[in-house]
Nanobody
Framework: QVQLVESGGGLVQAGGSLRLSCAVS????????MGWYRQAPGKQRELVAF???????NYADSVKGRFTISRDNAKNTVYLQMNELKPEDTAVYYC??????????????WGQGTQVTVSS
């Protein structure tokens, strides 16, 4: 059974920083793309950043230069370093991963979400 467990969310003042982590557990062969999405109240879920298995990254325009996505393949973990946070970054943040698992084969899994709140 593959699970994605997120941590690191919380309340921070504008201009502050947070680091989100997402660990993939289970019996797996490999992990390809990993990403972070967010969903603010009343809005659709949007892509924040993703990182390929080879380490290439892509970011939403709204977070470029402020957020950094990285991964530790030995720990099956993806991170999102968020700097210069703004109130408009407030949302529930979800990680996802394209996993090739022993049971279930190749599919996309999602974490449960972690709340990030930025006060002005």
């Amino acid at each position: 059974q593959v699970q994605l467990v997120e941590s690191g969310g919380g309340l921070v003042q504008a201009g502050g920083s947070l680091r989100l982590s997402c660990a993939v557990s289970g019996i797996i062969f490999s992990i390809n793309d990993m990403g972070w999405y967010r969903q603010a109240p009343g809005k659709q879920r949007e892509l924040v950043a993703f990182i390929t298995g080879g380490g290439s990254t892509n970011y939403a325009d709204s977070v470029k230069g402020r957020f950094t996505i990285s991964r530790d393949n030995a720990k099956n973990t993806v991170y999102l370093q968020m700097n210069e946070l703004k109130p408009e970054d407030t949302a529930v943040y979800y990680c996802n991963a394209d996993v090739n698992a022993v049971i279930g084969g190749f599919r996309t899994y999602w974490g449960q979400g972690t709340q990030v709140t930025v006060s002005s």
